[in-house]
Nanobody
Framework: QVQLVESGGGLVQAGGSLRLSCAASGRTISDYTMGWFRQAPGKERDFVAAISRSGSFIRYADSMKGRFTISRDNAKNTVYLQMNSLKPEDTATYYC????????????????WGQGTQVTVSS
């Protein structure tokens, strides 16, 4: 089993930046694609970004391209999401998850999930 703990969320003004971290334990994340998703109140959980096991393949949701950067440090068993130029519509709980797929955007392809970290962007 894999335990995932997200951190780095908080309150930021529009245009600001945050860096989320997802620390894994139990197994090495080098066995998995790692993904970030987000869920706003009353809405479905949406794909944000995913990175393949070696980091050689990365996929972003269209609305995040150019603003968000996913990265991973397999030696630290941690995956990151750098978020720049944040907008109020980015407000959500952000989750990381593991998958055996190659950077799938589909939530059903992900097996282990963290508890999430709240990101609030004020206008």
């Amino acid at each position: 089993q894999v335990q995932l703990v997200e951190s780095g969320g908080g309150l930021v003004q529009a245009g600001g930046s945050l860096r989320l971290s997802c620390a894994a334990s139990g197994r090495t994340i080098s066995d998995y694609t790692m993904g970030w998703f987000r869920q706003a109140p009353g809405k479905e959980r949406d794909f944000v970004a995913a990175i393949s096991r070696s980091g050689s393949f990365i996929r972003y949701a269209d609305s995040m391209k150019g603003r968000f950067t996913i990265s991973r440090d397999n030696a630290k068993n941690t995956v990151y999401l750098q978020m720049n130029s944040l907008k109020p519509e980015d407000t959500a709980t952000y989750y990381c998850a593991t998958s055996l797929s190659i950077a799938s955007p589909n939530t059903r392809m992900y097996d282990y999930w963290g508890q999430g970290t709240q990101v609030t962007v004020s206008s």
